[in-house]
């Protein structure tokens, strides 16, 4: 942690995030969740997805009448166990949060349910939906689709969204198994993340137009928008470590997250047309399983958890410390900023005093000012 690192609790961290989304037109109530989605994120050590994307992904499109802060939901389609919900361009996590709500009363009523979303934007961490499932003693599944990025094997061009595929599971330990990741090797924001630390990008991450591997971080992030450089898929360059792999995972993301209600995909998420910038009109999916159509709870919980303790306990690699099953390094992450609060940089603490400024929020001194 260097000098210029502060760290920020999470109840002033999401009063500051609430009250910046109020500040650009978002409703209260929507506001609130929105902000807990970020939060989620910062709490869990996923920086990539925190505070981090408030101004950039959020604030700085509203302002630019990509995104509607207003968000207005039609029900397209709706039935026992399905539906199909129309974000109209509004706050993707607004709009998320109500799918994954409609998949888990679905599942309540009859074991499963399964909601698709066109025209939404930028959902956050897809884990959020997840742990909603959870929480309620389901197996929460969700993905997205999302700008280009992702060059198909063999090949060059951005042309799919990192795309998560994500899981969640109820355990009978302290958290839940938590599955949710990009399938490129890195994500965007993780080399946003790269780009505020000032550090090169580690080689196999992207690709360039000739085939090589690129690591100019702050060039990277101009080229994915321009179409000069692409992440790889999970497996990397070629086939050589099953980059075929990660590239057929994002396809199964592309289809399901548009396929399924009529929506965009590929390059027409690119979020420019003619040469302007307009609505990303991204899709996504929703699934909850209660686990209690198949057998008890508990019984699943205890399993689920032998499974982690058992992957855990197994033998490791010379020079290693422990093995990890997923959700638990992010529980780690929250016991400990908890505590301490969240890490924010020299990069952060500039968008929010920059947005402290120009929404007069001055209820709010950081150590940092």
């Not at 609790?9 to 929507?30: A, H, N, Q, R, Y």
């Not at 109209?88 to 009523?109: F, L, P, R, S, W």
């Not at 301490?340 to 940092?368: C, R, W």
Request: aromatic share 8%; net charge negative.
């Amino acid at each position: 942690m260097t000098a210029d690192v502060y760290r920020i609790d999470f109840e002033t961290l999401e009063s500051f995030m609430t009250d910046v989304f109020i500040g650009v037109g978002v409703p209260e109530k929507d506001a609130r969740i929105c902000a807990d989605v970020l939060i989620t994120s910062d709490k869990l050590g996923i920086d990539s997805h925190g505070i981090g994307r408030l101004k950039p992904i959020y604030v700085d499109r509203i302002r630019e009448g990509i995104i509607d802060p207003v968000t207005r939901i039609d029900v397209v389609k709706d039935g026992p166990t399905t539906a199909v919900l129309d974000g109209n361009n509004g706050m993707g996590q607004v709009i998320a949060k109500k799918a994954m709500e409609m998949a888990i009363d679905k599942a309540k009523a009859y074991g499963m349910g399964m909601v698709a979303v066109r025209n939404s934007n930028h959902y956050g961490i897809a884990g959020y939906y997840a742990l909603m499932a959870t929480r309620q003693g389901m197996i929460g599944i969700t993905g997205t689709n999302a700008r280009p990025s992702i060059a198909p094997t063999f090949g060059v061009e951005n042309m799919l969204g990192t795309n998560p595929l994500t899981f969640g599971m109820p355990t009978d330990e302290e958290f839940p198994f938590l599955l949710d990741c990009a399938t490129s090797i890195a994500q965007r924001g993780k080399i946003e993340v790269y780009n505020r630390l000032g550090k090169p990008l580690p080689e196999g991450w992207v690709i360039g137009e000739d085939g090589r591997p690129r690591t100019d971080t702050a060039q990277v992030l101009k080229d994915l928008v321009t179409g000069g450089a692409a992440l790889t898929p999970l497996g990397g360059i070629g086939e050589d470590h099953a980059g075929y792999k990660g590239y057929g995972y994002a396809t199964v993301v592309e289809i399901l997250s548009a396929a399924l209600q009529g929506g965009a995909f590929l390059k027409a998420l690119s979020g420019i047309e003619n040469g302007k910038k307009v609505p990303y009109r991204l899709g996504h999916f929703f699934i909850a399983i209660n686990v209690e159509a198949f057998t008890s709870l508990d019984e699943f919980k205890k399993t689920a958890g032998d499974i982690l303790r058992e992957l855990r306990a197994s033998r490791k690699m010379p020079g290693a410390e422990r093995i990890y099953t997923a959700g638990e390094k992010e529980y780690l992450a929250w016991l400990e900023r908890k505590e301490k609060g969240v890490p924010i940089n020299e990069s952060l603490q500039k968008d929010m005093l920059t947005l402290k400024a120009e929404l007069v929020l001055t209820k709010y001194h950081f150590p940092f000012e």
